[in-house]
């Protein structure tokens, strides 16, 4: 090649990446890395964190300027990365306890060697006296370009994810004090934020945090009537042979949807902490490379999990807080296509997260920090509101009602549910205090059960002076006389309902609870998320046709080389070339998400099958 090689942001963007604009903050997080200084990044999953130390990193290194080393807490996370590089054509590696001693001494030569522009490596390897010995070997060659500290939050103590080896690298910037640093997370939260900054050093270092809205997914939370059924109904009408994540509290039910799903010709995957390592792997590796797999799982299953193509996030049970709940649902659509978050909410959630909380061993005064959380929560899911207002809000952004939630797109109805809570109550306040939701109700809607006349509850006022609602409605009064703490269920004593707070003042006054009317939602099908982001024009059938082959194309060729076919070209790019159906190589090239090295390696195919169906619709 006799062109100098690009040496700007954005012809590097362009002819790598091949990208035409920067997002977001990208462009100045940039400038100020690769013009040396430091930065600590706040950006919500998919929004292009990584580029933010790529980018630079080949800059600098065309610049002369040597080798970037980037942190990284997962083996599964630095092998996509490095994968997806290789596949821009940029020269990257990885160190890893999962290297043998040559496959380690041969990346280490090309370390030395100059040959890389971006090594990943485990915390404890950056803090290993051998590789900070040659680390210094390269500083003092001026070799050494920059540190990228990647899932920064794995600092904090408080964090989800604290991995005590990251706090070992404040080792980096003592030993290297003149080597720029950028730090990058996902996680918002005040506290963890200035323990990132405070722990690596970042304290003077500017600070770029972006919206942390997805707009992209779409907020769903039902009312839980036959959960199962209604995630198969999710599933079959709106996500049909897409990939997603069905996420459970236990690992027994997460054991009995996968298989409930695999009944339905679903191709279901289970992944819980006490399934054994090796399957474990062998599931998040199919999940990663196979095309529409749906994996069931708890919490366990998350982090590193950068698959960009996740159409949707299912919650069969409700987490624990509105932190949790964002985590996993932000793993849906990272690629910035349109995914659904779909989460089924009802009274069994509210007692067993209140349960599990009552229960904890945390003290009295953290008890009550859970708490907080937990309300917030449970108010997200009986809101009648915008969901993601309420979302952004909690994390403390405004904004205005978003139009891509259950609640913007179909409003609910509501009906004052007063003289009913008024009932409920009393008829707990009657049956002292002593009797689970299921006789309460009993006893309202007046059914002459054992139980009713065993403790003589037909004489009670409350006996059958609610006869005409269905449990179900009796089950949504409920659950907002929880959520709003006037009624508790005592876990201690066979969950019995015991009347708490405010409940005396709201008995002896008028004041409305307004609930939503229960609708059995039709909603996926005449809601059915859109193919194509609001922004990109729809494809034709022709275009269609064109995207199925190239669809088929990618399928294989990933296969060949065990790529997840993303890396080959993404959901957009191939969209992008059956619209636009390039004949020239310099057309191909224009296509967003082609670069130079894509170009070379993919574009002949790609050109000859465009050609090819250009002229079966012309024949
Ligand atoms: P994060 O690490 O923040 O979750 P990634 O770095 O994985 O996000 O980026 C998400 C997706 O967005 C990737 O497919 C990436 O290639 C793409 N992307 C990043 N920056 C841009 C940009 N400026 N233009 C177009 N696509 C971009
Ligand atoms: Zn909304």
Redesign the pocket.
């Known amino acids: 090649m006799s062109d100098p090689l690009p040496t700007t942001p954005i012809d590097v ?1 362009d002819e790598v ?1 091949g ?1 035409d ?3 977001g903050r ?1 462009a100045e997080i940039i400038e100020q890395i690769s013009a040396g200084g430091d930065a600590l990044v706040l ?9 933010c130390y790529q980018l630079p990193a080949i800059l600098r290194q065309r610049a002369g300027k040597g080798l970037a080393v980037v942190v990284s807490p997962l083996i599964a996370l630095m092998r996509d990365q490095v994968l997806a590089l290789h596949e821009l054509g940029v020269e990257a590696a990885f160190l890893n306890s999962a290297l043998s001693s040559e496959e380690f001494e041969h990346t280490r030569r090309r370390m030395l060697s100059g040959e890389l522009t971006l090594l990943y490596a485990a915390p404890e390897r950056v803090t290993n006296a051998n590789f900070l010995a040659d680390l210094a070997m390269l500083d003092d060659a001026g070799k050494l370009s920059m540190f990228a500290i990647d899932e920064a939050h794995c600092v904090s103590q408080w964090g989800h994810d604290f991995r005590p080896e990251y706090q070992a690298l404040t080792i980096l910037h003592e030993r290297f004090p003149a080597v720029p640093r950028i730090a990058l997370t ?1 996680t918002a939260d005040a506290l963890t934020r200035r323990e990132i900054a405070s722990q690596l050093d970042l304290d003077d270092a500017p600070l770029y945090v972006s919206s942390f809205d997805r707009p992209n997914i779409r907020y769903l939370i039902d009312e839980k009537r036959d959960a199962r059924k209604q995630l198969l109904r999710f599933i079959t009408q709106s996500h049909a042979g897409e990939a997603g994540i069905v996420y459970c509290l236990s690992r027994r039910k997460v054991e009995e949807t996968a298989k409930f799903l695999n009944d339905q010709a679903i191709t279901a995957l289970p992944y819980h902490a006490g399934l054994d390592s090796a399957v474990r792997q062998r599931h998040q590796d199919r999940f990663l490379r196979e095309d529409g797999i749906v994996m069931t799982a708890t919490i366990a299953f998350g982090m590193g999990i ?1 698959k ?1 193509d996740v159409r949707f996030v299912a919650h069969l049970d409700m987490p624990k807080n509105i932190e949790g709940y964002y985590q996993e649902t932000g793993r849906a659509g ?3 296509d349109p995914a659904e978050a779909w989460m089924a909410y009802g009274l069994q959630d509210v007692v067993m997260q209140r349960n599990l909380l009552e229960n904890g061993d945390a003290n009295e005064q953290h008890k009550q920090v859970l708490r907080g959380k937990l309300d917030a929560l449970l108010g997200l899911c009986e809101s009648t509101d915008c969901r993601r207002q309420r979302l952004l809000a909690y994390f403390g952004e405004d904004s205005e009602p978003c139009g891509n939630c259950d609640n913007c797109i179909s409003p609910p109805e509501m009906w004052d549910a007063g003289e009913q809570a008024r009932m409920l109550l009393s008829c707990i306040y009657r049956c002292e205090q002593n009797f689970g939701s299921g006789h309460i109700f009993d006893v309202l809607r007046g059914k002459e059960t054992d139980k009713v006349a065993r403790f003589n509850h037909w004489n009670l006022s409350t006996f059958g002076i609610g006869a005409e609602f269905s449990d179900q409605q009796w089950r949504a009064v409920l659950r907002q006389l929880i959520a709003r703490g006037m009624v508790r269920v005592d876990s201690d004593h066979f969950n019995v309902l015991r009347l708490s707070g405010e409940w005396r003042d709201f008995v002896k006054s008028s004041d409305p609870l307004e609930l939503r009317v229960a609708v059995k939602r039709a909603a996926p099908a005449a809601k059915r998320a859109a193919r194509v982001p609001d922004d990109e024009p729809e494809l034709s059938p022709d275009d269609e046709r064109l995207l199925e082959e190239l669809r088929v194309w990618r399928k294989r060729l990933a296969d060949e080389k065990s790529l997840p076919a ?1 890396m080959v070209f ?1 959901n957009k790019t191939l969209r992008a070339i059956a619209r636009t159906r390039p004949s020239t190589s310099d057309e191909l090239a224009d296509v ?2 082609v670069g130079a090295a894509k170009l070379e390696s993919y574009g002949a195919a790609v050109l000859e099958l465009v050609a090819d169906d250009v002229e079966t619709v012309a024949g």
């Open positions: 963007l990446f990208y604009s920067f997002r990208q950006m919500p999953t998919g929004a292009g964190k990584s580029l996902a950068d960009p990272r690629d910035g993303y993404d967003r998400g």
